[in-house]
């Protein structure tokens, strides 16, 4: 298991990581919704295309809701649409569209403030890291 020292190596550690992913924009959702449904699978949601039949079924679009945010990114023509989304029992009142470096710093501030709150998320975070 990854040792963590405090909030502020989390968020180094977590927005590195995550960077590290997004190389490849093509692989980069699977490897976010991979990672977000191991480490958080009831805070994550992920829509495939292609029919029930397929053998390779693509993430079209991945969100995770951390808190009252809700972090989406979905496919976008050739490219990863990033967004963020302020959710109040269930209604959205604003969404922002970011760039990728933007959305991933965001969320890593999410995930390492939802981390300092409770056990069962320190242990997501540490598993995201792994």
């Given amino acids: 298991m ?41 805070r994550t949601r992920v829509e495939r295309g292609g029919g029930m039949l397929r053998r390779r079924r693509p993430v079209n679009r991945v969100s995770l809701e951390l808190g009252d945010l809700r972090f989406e990114l979905a496919r976008s023509g050739g490219a990863v649409a990033a967004q963020c989304t302020r959710v109040v029992r269930g209604i959205a009142l604003k969404t922002e ?26 242990v997501a975070l540490e598993r995201l890291l792994s």
């Fill in 97 to 122: 569209m970011l760039n990728l470096d933007t959305w991933l710093v965001e969320l890593a501030r999410a995930l390492s403030a939802q981390a300092g709150a409770s056990a069962q998320d320190r």
């Fill in 2 to 42: 990854v040792s963590i020292e405090g909030p502020a190596e989390d968020f180094d550690r977590l927005a590195a990581a995550l960077r590290a992913d997004s190389g490849d924009l093509s692989t980069f959702l699977e490897v976010v919704a991979s990672k977000f449904e191991s480490a958080l699978p009831g």
